[in-house]
Nanobody, 119 residues
Framework: VHLVESGGGLVQAGDSLRLSCTAS????????IGWFRQAPGKGREVVSC????????RYADSVQGRFTVSKDNALNTVSLQMSGLKPEDTGVYYC?????????????WGQGTQVTVSS
């Protein structure tokens, strides 16, 4: 499966942003789709995941209540709606398809999209 992210940008603290991850080559129903981010000088961390089969979702504590992950089967796309953005949300955001909600369980990664939140 090939993944392409879009929707990153430069915003101010408190703003909202919507990221999209569009898949080709296979239906997202087959995978757990994760959103991960990597801040400068830090490791890649999981932000949120959605189970393509049953729609179950998981969120990191740091984004719970602010971010919402969803999928559109018709478009074969998973989106991450981010609200109440904080400077610490800054980083490169990646989507990945795999069999679990962890970077080590990802089969395929997108190229990443930069999100920068200014204070």
């Amino acid at each position: 499966v090939h993944l392409v992210e879009s929707g990153g940008g430069l915003v101010q603290a408190g703003d909202s942003l919507r990221l999209s991850c569009t898949a080709s080559g296979a239906p997202l129903d087959y995978y757990v789709i994760g959103w991960f981010r990597q801040a400068p000088g830090k490791g890649r961390e999981v932000v949120s995941c959605i189970n393509g089969a049953d729609g179950g979702t998981r969120y990191a504590d740091s984004v719970q209540g602010r971010f919402t992950v969803s999928k559109d089967n018709a478009l074969n796309t998973v989106s991450l709606q981010m609200s109440g953005l904080k400077p610490e949300d800054t980083g490169v955001y990646y989507c990945a398809a795999g069999n679990g909600c962890a970077a080590t369980r990802a089969y395929s990664w997108g190229q990443g999209t930069q999100v920068t939140v200014s204070s």
